[in-house]
């Protein structure tokens, strides 16, 4: 009996280990630039993307991939990024670059006052979460960001 509820618990296991790998995947693409200063590339669900929407927020989250700037980068105008074993699930991706350079996200009249673009493209007034949120069920690749 004992061997054989063992048996049923490692088999268990083992196949919630494969539902559960199966549940992530990967996102990657590219963000280009105009402005001097690091790029921050950041992967929000709704309950960051909404903390992202105040001002002062610290974009050194672990949502947020941190690119420092320097001459090649500034040349090239562009960079590469990729997300890995993100669980299924609804989020947004959102390119800023910090021209101050103070890791935070800065505001103006309760605007966002530096270079800031999402996945899906947002309106010129109003961004909203329902505006660009994507539902993420397979691999993407072939992102294109324009801050």
Same mark, same amino acid.
């Given at each position: 009996?004992?061997?054989?509820?063992?048996? %049923?618990?490692?088999?268990?296991?083992?196949?919630?280990? %494969?539902?559960?790998?199966? /549940?992530? @995947?990967?996102?990657?693409?590219?963000?280009?630039?105009?402005? &001097?200063?690091?790029? *921050?590339? @950041?992967?929000?669900?709704? /309950?960051?993307?909404? /903390?992202?929407?105040?001002p002062?927020? &610290?974009?050194?989250? =672990?949502? @947020?991939?941190?690119?420092?700037? +320097?001459?090649?980068?500034?040349?090239?105008?562009?960079?590469?990024?990729? %997300?890995?074993?993100? =669980?299924?699930?609804?989020y947004c991706i959102?390119?800023?670059?910090?021209? +101050? +350079?103070?890791?935070?996200?800065d %505001?103006?009249? *309760?605007? $966002? +006052?530096?270079?800031? /673009?999402? *996945?899906?493209?947002? =309106?010129?007034?109003?961004?909203?979460?329902?505006?660009i949120?994507? &539902?993420?069920?397979?691999?993407?690749?072939?992102?294109?960001?324009? $801050?």
């Open positions: 009996m004992f061997k054989n509820a063992m048996l %049923f618990l490692a088999s268990f296991l083992l196949a919630s280990a %494969f539902t559960y790998a199966e /549940e992530k @995947c990967t996102l990657s693409g590219e963000v280009t630039f105009e402005y &001097d200063g690091d790029i *921050y590339i @950041c992967l929000f669900a709704l /309950e960051k993307y909404a /903390e992202f929407q105040r002062g927020h &610290d974009l050194s989250q =672990p949502e @947020c991939r941190h690119i420092r700037m +320097n001459d090649g980068l500034k040349k090239a105008g562009k960079v590469s990024f990729e %997300f890995e074993s993100i =669980p299924k699930g609804t959102v390119g800023y670059q910090d021209e +101050n +350079n103070n890791g935070k996200v %505001f103006e009249n *309760y605007s $966002i +006052n530096e270079p800031w /673009e999402t *996945y899906k493209e947002k =309106p010129i007034v109003g961004v909203t979460w329902d505006q949120k994507f &539902d993420l069920e397979e691999n993407i690749s072939g992102i294109k960001i324009k $801050i």
